[in-house]
């Protein structure tokens, strides 16, 4: 389909999308409680209803979800015969972790090298600028029916928006979503995240005497227990290739979309000169297609101020991303049986299932793809690729469930270098043009594929 000016029209609107990102990205809308006054939040989501009201929705209102937070919703009706689009972001975000770490403020939106810096300029208020724009750019000609939500706590994981559309589902229905957290595989190369691995959380709980005992006085035959839960936490991986081996999960799966080269997983990662990656497989293979398991947390004794005793108790939280096709609820007592059956010398062992959620796959045969792929084409000059993510996002897997015949879209502007959830998080500019313009052709391709 002809731009007709489209192009030329977003990257005039690019200095009006840098500042909105500012004011966005100076609104430390951290949805935590005990970190940030919730002010803050609220702060954002008015900022967002107001500006997109102002770019042609109707019906912009702020809802209270189960959890406390606020979402944005909106509506703007479909010319006849048209589809609807429903497009999401989310306007809260990660808190900054180490402040001394950041080169610039966290929320202050600073330019460096041809890059935006600051918390929420990728994760997700680049996603947010980068629908006011592709509205913008349209106007008055916007060829679908809009919905529009703006989740408040999406980072905290407390699942308010999820219980609010299963409660209102109405309010959501549309014939493509287009999940807007996310984005490509690397800056220029137009991409779709078709996966997203699911998620079971364990926490381990160790118990071997009444209480320390002197390490002197007993040590040897007193069992420890830190000891124990290591012995544990060691056979959940291969001892030559680090590859995750947990009995009754299949842990040799392949991804067949885009890959990811090895030596750009290393800097994006961050590892470390002469440290081995873990697994076997491609990097691809790795994270998407495969369970991958991390002990993200130990109570113990710490090294400053312990004594010379015997540990008596010891826990870990641990923590298996799984891949689509593997179940949740199976994955998790797969891996509280293999920790309990790897417990040595009769200690007694607790487990305690946490969080969970169940992965993603999208369907990519639809109308909706299609109109996709023609818009990613045009704008980066190459075919429409497809990409995993390691990370959940249980909404999708609602959405799914609310709306079996809709298909979904996960897309976005944030690349790897955005470096999100990390200090220094940033976005590249160009992306937030090129995927604004892929956004507003997606809009022109999808309604024409129903004869509008």
């Known amino acids: 389909m002809a731009d007709d000016g489209l192009a030329a029209r977003i990257s005039d609107l690019m200095a009006r999308a840098k500042a909105d990102l500012t004011e966005l990205v100076g609104i430390p809308s951290v949805a935590d409680p005990r970190q940030y006054p919730p002010e803050e939040c609220r702060r954002a989501a008015r900022w967002v209803a107001d500006a997109f009201a102002a770019a042609g929705l109707s019906d912009v209102r702020l809802v209270e979800t189960p959890d406390g937070s606020q979402a944005v919703l909106g509506h703007r009706p479909p010319p006849p015969g048209a589809p609807t689009v429903l497009l999401y972001c989310h306007y809260d975000v990660q808190p900054p972790l180490d402040d001394a770490a950041w080169t610039t403020p966290p929320f202050t939106l600073t330019e460096r090298d041809g890059r935006w810096y600051g918390r929420g300029t990728a994760d997700c208020k680049g996603n947010i600028v980068m629908h006011l724009t592709a509205l913008r750019a349209l106007g008055d000609d916007i060829p679908v029916g809009l919905r529009f939500v703006a989740e408040g706590s999406e980072e905290q994981g407390t699942g308010g928006l999820e219980r609010y559309v299963t409660e209102h589902p109405e309010e959501f229905a549309a014939d493509a979503l287009l999940v807007c957290d996310t984005g490509n595989a690397e800056v220029g190369v137009g991409t779709a995240t078709t996966t997203l691995r699911g998620l079971a959380n364990v926490v381990v709980t160790v118990e071997t005497l009444r209480g320390e005992v002197h390490s002197g006085m007993f040590g040897g035959p007193a069992p420890d227990a830190l000891a124990a839960l290591v012995q544990m936490l060691s056979t959940l991986r291969d001892p030559l290739t680090g590859a995750t081996r947990?009995?009754?999960l299949d842990c040799e799966g392949v991804w067949d979309g885009v890959g990811?080269?090895?030596?750009?997983?290393r800097e994006d990662a961050g590892v470390l000169d002469g440290v081995g990656l873990t697994g076997t497989g491609s990097v691809a293979d790795r994270l998407w297609a495969r369970p991958a398991v991390t002990v993200l947390g130990i109570d113990c004794p710490p090294v400053v101020g312990s004594a010379a005793a015997v540990p008596a108790t010891a826990r870990a939280r641990v923590?298996?991303?799984?891949?689509?096709?593997?179940?949740?609820?199976?994955?998790?007592?797969a891996l509280a049986r293999h920790l309990d059956d790897a417990a040595p010398w009769g200690v007694q062992v607790s487990i305690e299932s946490e969080s969970s959620g169940a992965p993603f796959r999208a369907a990519t045969d639809g109308p909706a793809y299609a109109a996709l792929g023609e818009a990613m084409s045009e704008v980066y000059g190459k075919p429409l690729a497809f990409l995993g993510q390691g990370g959940s996002i249980p909404l999708c897997n609602i959405l799914a469930e609310q709306y079996p015949r809709a298909e979904i879209i996960l897309m976005g502007v944030e690349e790897?270098?955005?470096?999100i959830h990390a200090p220094n998080e940033s976005v590249d500019p160009s992306e937030i043009e090129h995927m604004a313009r892929v956004e507003a052709l997606f809009l022109r391709n999808y309604a024409a594929a129903h004869g509008g």
Do not use: H, K, N
């Not at 990811?260 to 997983?265: G, W």
């Not at 790897?416 to 470096?419: A, E, F, G, Q």
């Open 319 to 333: 923590s298996l991303r799984i891949p689509p096709g593997m179940s949740a609820p199976v994955a998790s007592a």
């Open 416 to 419: 790897p270098r955005c470096l």
């Open 246 to 248: 947990i009995e009754g």
């Open 260 to 265: 990811y080269d090895e030596q750009r997983f």
